[in-house]
């Protein structure tokens, strides 16, 4: 696993040595879910493998810590998968090549970093690493008003990193019982258990939030449709794809675990704002026009329902947030590797003027009608699998507030068909309406290879779910007895 | 297991369409057809084997105590939610689904073989055959589902191949925005599906269909009593299942996707919107039919919107003037009828004879009714149009389209011994059994089919034909004729299958007999209302649009289809897109977005302000230190005193 970060660090000439770093990771995170099963099935079932712990900072007890649970590893893989893809789809990339990829793999140095860290400092430090170059890459490689977009993105993540960072030192300085070792690792905070009520009440919120608007939680998600327009197209596949699921993840994993109280106590909040996420972006994207924004109001829409399922609290609903995590990670990788594709030719991303692609560049055609069927949930692709996994987990709770909640939720099935198929059906099929079109060229081997291993990807977790989600829930298991 | 071999029709058709999708273009357009219906041809020999060994065999554990065993000959675990909650990936044989089995792999067959004359030369030839396997196999995954989410995945992806088709011509307007309605109409409809099965797997535990049919009582009490808005949840939970099966089986309100879905290639209306997918929702309310005769609500729900549609669509199909339109309102009333024999079907009236009865008119009508589109099909590919007023005269030019028609016109009428006459009669009889009103309702319906069957077969094959100019139409090739005859000796022969012995709701035996008050009376209504047609339309004449003037205003709401349409643009448009999408994104980069941006102009316009006070000009700071110095004296000097 170090060895995977070590060696995307040193990723600094050209594209050869682009690819095989992330060759090298994609072998590595294989490697990793190998030994990590034959660990399992041999009966290990401690919280965290692969552990390991380095002193970095004595006196206030700071380590880097590193493990990984199943949950983690999920979210390895998909970085993985994500950063492979983005390799090949920002192939010609112009200019300072060079330069970009490096801050793209600093990018993925931060990503990994947060996912096997076990370190609240360390975990935030990776959180960090992992922002701080969204803002060049699009500020730089980006288009469109990206000055503009790539402050906004980068000012209201810092202000809910601010929060957090307020969050994490305020459970800091309650992780032990009173006169106890004060500790940054997560698992010993979750043993001690020590965070008074009336702190976690503040708390709670404050990392909550502070996540969330990483995970674009309504209201704090405006960053979202910006950014991604702006950003190239590798970015927006890694920036949508992984680092919004940092949010959720963060969630999950400092937030709900290490305030149980507070969680039950306030989550009918979070409940009501990602529940509006869910339908407000549904909505949203119904209208627009250009297709980064409907992409990205679609994840505002899909990303709310990862911290919404995160909040049912159960252990159903948990997997069914990593999945979705998994299944929105790399179907808006998909979408956004395809919009770039599609607008590296065209040179527009406004729908009204475009349509008959179909005819022109069948390949990308394809690619994109299988994206949205993946994410307007169709069985045997990814999106199905996660939804339906939170629906049913959701729907165990029998009162009427979650009941409410769930149907409304399930309600944004038939607004994503509608997005989808209108997407769908102006873009690609239909007359060619711009006859400079005509003379296109379909995709190239490069991209081409991107779209198929996405959508490997994609059709893999949905015609085998049960492969992920028992390693999903294995995890998620013991977490959720919390609140049992 | 015995009987496991059923699991390859399924694989068959979903390799074939792997396959064809992915190396289909690099084939020749007639390797590709060839390979796909041979592929088919070799599903459907499976599938009859596997339901006739089913019906037919003698085995042991087959039959016990005069009633066929349920036969899980597959199950394996695809996702697990919770302890209890499965989704299994299985193949369950009853007779329902051993009937299907027969009913959809006939009918896909016959439309493989057609579809080689017929979509011959198009643009896309090796995707057709790709997305027709894609279809088979959902439709066959979606009849032997042994589970309910099962079918449910499965239904999604029927939903999908649908859409796939129907937008097939994918350059034309018409065809986009038909396939994209279909898509989403029944999309809303499965919501409910979704929260129907969400609620009862809720109660029950499990989502599993023999053990929600064997013991249906258990089901239906699991919920405790709990109410919702004053109905028991279960009801709830049954009708919003209901909702998924109408939309999918186009029952009014939800039947406004089919008409348009007639856009796609005739075989495909064929297969897809006339005999399998369509019927869909017939097969969900029959597999669940024991749980569902327990909640009356439920039922009468079920009868009265199938006695509406049954109505309102033989009423639309009276005066449409395109011929997919006329078979596709003509449908949606055939399914009608199915639907509401089930919804009236009681275990203790006639012995249930309402679900077999169902089932029996759901066997003819995919076979005549196939049979019908496909001379649809074989029509307009001679004369190039849809509309009837561009056909005429054409039983001289091609007589064996001519008699396939009129068998199929007969089948649907209701004429002894065409098939439609016994299945028609059972449903008849189910009807008067539970009321007298549904009795009469459906009887009327059922002359008004037969008025406008004949109506249509007048005005395509007797009328004077119209100027075809240097192009005659002609026969269809062997590949299109063959199918038209196979189906049309299907029909004549397809109601003396005796359904009571092999297809009733408790897979026992039924007696039935043809009931001559109800039977004699059907049949005396269908031969008047095709004399009524003769009389109208034998040939060109003024009566008719003399009589549609007389009642100009009805004449018209039901050639528009009563509004249906122009209610829904409303609503989606007007309503949802206008006052909920825009108002929202509207907000969204407004206010929400705005008060981010606001945020962001205070702190900029503040530190500009503050910025001031940095300017780097000595005389400012000496400024500032001097009055700083006089305040901080100031002020000690006061706490001093």
């Known amino acids: 696993m170090l060895g995977g970060l070590a060696l995307s660090k040193s990723v600094k000439q050209v594209r050869a040595v682009a690819v095989t770093g992330a060759t090298a990771l994609m072998a590595l995170a294989a490697y990793l879910v190998i030994e990590f099963l034959s660990l399992r099935a041999a009966g290990d079932v401690s919280p965290m493998l692969f552990t390991g712990s380095w002193t970095w900072f004595a006196p206030l007890n700071i380590n880097l810590a590193l493990g990984v649970d199943g949950i983690s590893v999920v979210m390895i893989v998909l970085s993985a998968f994500i950063v492979f893809a983005g390799v090949f789809a920002s192939w010609n990339l112009k200019p300072l090549t060079k330069e970009y990829f490096m801050w793209f793999c600093l990018l993925s140095t931060g990503v990994f970093g947060f996912f096997i860290s076990i370190d609240m400092f360390t975990m935030f430090m990776f959180y960090e690493v992992a922002l701080i170059p969204m803002y060049l890459l699009i500020g730089v490689w980006g288009s469109g008003n990206k000055n503009y977009s790539a402050m906004k993105l980068t000012l209201m993540l810092m202000g809910g990193s601010a929060f957090l960072m307020l969050g994490l030192i305020g459970i800091y300085f309650h992780s032990a019982p009173e006169g106890g070792q004060l500790t940054m690792n997560i698992l010993e905070i979750a043993e001690n258990n020590a965070i008074p009520h009336e702190w976690q009440y503040y708390l709670f919120p404050m990392t909550f939030v502070g996540f969330g608007v990483l995970g674009a939680m309504f209201p704090f998600h405006t960053w979202s449709p910006d950014g991604h327009a702006s950003a190239p197209t590798a970015v927006s596949m890694l920036h949508a794809g992984v680092l919004m699921k940092l949010g959720g993840y963060g969630c999950f994993r400092i937030a709900i675990f290490l305030m149980p109280w507070a969680t039950q106590e306030l989550s009918w909040i979070f409940l009501v704002l990602t529940g509006i996420s869910v339908v407000y972006g549904a909505f949203s994207a119904c209208v627009q026009t250009d297709l980064k924004y409907i992409n990205a109001y679609s994840s505002v829409s899909h990303c709310g329902m990862v911290l919404f399922a995160i909040l049912m609290l159960n252990t159903t609903a948990m997997t069914g947030a990593v999945l979705q995590m998994l299944s929105h990670g790399l179907m808006t990788a998909l979408f956004f590797a395809l919009i770039g594709m599609i607008y590296g030719r065209t040179h527009t991303r406004d729908i009204r003027k475009m349509g008959g692609l179909m005819q022109i560049m069948p390949f990308l055609g394809v690619g994109y009608v299988v994206a949205g069927m993946a994410s307007l949930g169709l069985p045997g692709l990814s999106g199905f699998v996660a939804e339906m996994t939170i629906f049913v987990g959701s729907f165990q709770h029998a009162d009427m507030f979650h009941r409410v909640f769930t149907v409304m939720a399930c309600c944004s099935i038939v607004i994503t068909a509608v997005y989808i198929l209108r997407v769908v059906g102006k873009i690609l099929f239909g007359a060619v309406q711009d006859e400079h079109h005509k003379t296109l060229t379909d995709a190239e081997w490069h991209e081409r290879f991107a779209v198929v291993t996405l959508i490997l990807a994609v059709a893999a977790i949905g015609c085998f779910p049960n492969f992920f989600s028992n390693i999903i829930t294995e995890a998620a298991d013991p977490i959720m007895k919390l609140f049992a | 297991m015995e009987l496991s071999y059923t699991v390859a029709v399924l694989i068959i058709p979903i390799v074939m369409f792997l396959f064809l999708g992915i190396v289909g273009v690099k084939l020749s357009k007639k390797t590709a057809g060839l390979l796909g219906t041979c592929a088919m041809g070799v599903t459907t020999l499976i599938a009859y084997a596997s339901a006739l060994t089913y019906f037919f065999g003698t085995s042991q554990g087959q039959i016990v105590d005069g009633v066929r065993q349920q036969l899980e000959v597959l199950d394996i675990t695809w996702l697990q939610f919770t302890e209890n909650l499965v989704i299994k990936l299985g193949i369950l044989l009853d007779p329902i689904s051993a009937m299907m089995l027969i009913v959809i792999t006939t009918v896909s067959l016959m439309v493989h073989i057609y579809s080689l004359g017929y979509m011959d030369g198009e643009k896309g030839f090796q995707r057709y055959y790709a997305f027709l396997s894609l279809f088979t196999f959902s439709m066959l995954g979606l009849v032997v589902a042994t589970n309910i ?493």
């Open chain 2, 149 to 641: 989410f099962q079918m449910y995945i499965f239904w999604e992806l029927v939903g999908v191949s649908s859409y796939l088709l129907i937008g097939f011509y994918y350059t034309l307007p018409a065809a986009v925005s038909a396939s994209k309605k279909a898509f989403i109409v029944t999309r809303f409809a499965d919501l409910g599906f979704l929260l129907g099965i969400l609620i009862l797997s809720f109660y029950t535990k499990t989502f599993d269909f023999v053990t929600l049919t064997s013991n249906p009582s258990a089901a239906i009490t699991s919920a405790g009593g709990a109410t919702f808005m004053g109905c028991s949840v279960m009801a709830w939970a049954l009708t919003l299942i209901f909702m998924g099966g109408a939309g999918k089986s186009a029952m009014f309100p939800l039947h406004i996707w089919l008409p348009d879905a007639m856009e796609g290639p005739t075989p495909v209306s064929a297969l897809i919107h006339a005999a399998t997918m369509v019927v869909a929702g017939v097969y969900l309310v029959a597999r669940l039919f024991p749980v569902y005769c327990l909640e009356e609500g439920t039922m009468t729900v079920i009868t009265v919107i199938g006695c509406v549609t049954a109505l309102y669509a033989a009423a639309v199909a009276c005066v449409q003037s395109d011929i997919k339109r006329v078979l596709a309102f003509s449908t949606i009333s055939q399914i009608a009828f199915m639907i509401t024999s089930l919804g009236v079907a009681r275990p203790e009236l006639h012995e249930g004879v309402g679900y077999m009865a169902s089932m029996f008119h759901l066997f003819t009508h995919a076979m005549f009714k196939a049979l019908l589109f496909l001379c649809a099909g074989a029509i307009i590919h001679a004369v190039h149009s849809n509309e009837m007023s561009k056909m005429g005269g054409l039983r001289k030019y091609m007589p064996i389209c001519n008699i396939a028609f009129l068998i199929g016109c007969l089948a649907i009428s209701g004429i002894w011994p065409f098939a439609g006459f016994f299945s028609k009669d059972e449903i008849l009889v189910a009807a008067y059994a539970n009321s007298p009103v549904w009795g009469i309702w459906l009887s009327a319906v059922a002359g008004m089919t037969a008025f406008y069957m004949f109506r249509l077969y007048y005005k395509i094959f007797w009328w004077n034909n119209p100027d075809y100019g240097h192009h005659t139409p002609h026969e269809a090739p062997m590949t299109m004729t063959f199918p038209l005859i196979f189906l049309s000796l299907v029909s004549i022969v397809a109601g003396f299958v005796p359904f009571g012995d092999l297809v009733t709701w408790n897979r026992g035996v039924l007696h039935t007999q043809i009931v001559w008050a109800v039977a004699g009376t059907s049949t005396v209504i269908a031969v008047a209302a095709i004399a009524l047609a003769t009389v109208l339309y034998y040939k060109e004449n003024p009566v008719p649009t003399k009589m549609a003037d007389a009642c100009r205003g009805l004449w018209t709401a039901a050639y528009k289809r009563f509004y249906m349409d122009e209610l829904y643009q409303f609503i989606t448009h007007k309503i949802i897109f206008a006052c909920i999408s825009r108002p929202i994104a509207w907000f969204d980069r407004r206010i929400i977005d705005g008060t981010f941006d606001l945020l962001a102009n205070v702190t900029n316009s503040a530190s500009y302000a503050v910025r001031k006070l940095q300017g780097g000009t000595i005389q400012g700071y000496v400024l500032v230190y001097i009055l700083g110095a006089a305040i901080l004296a100031a002020v000690s000097i006061i706490c001093l005193i």
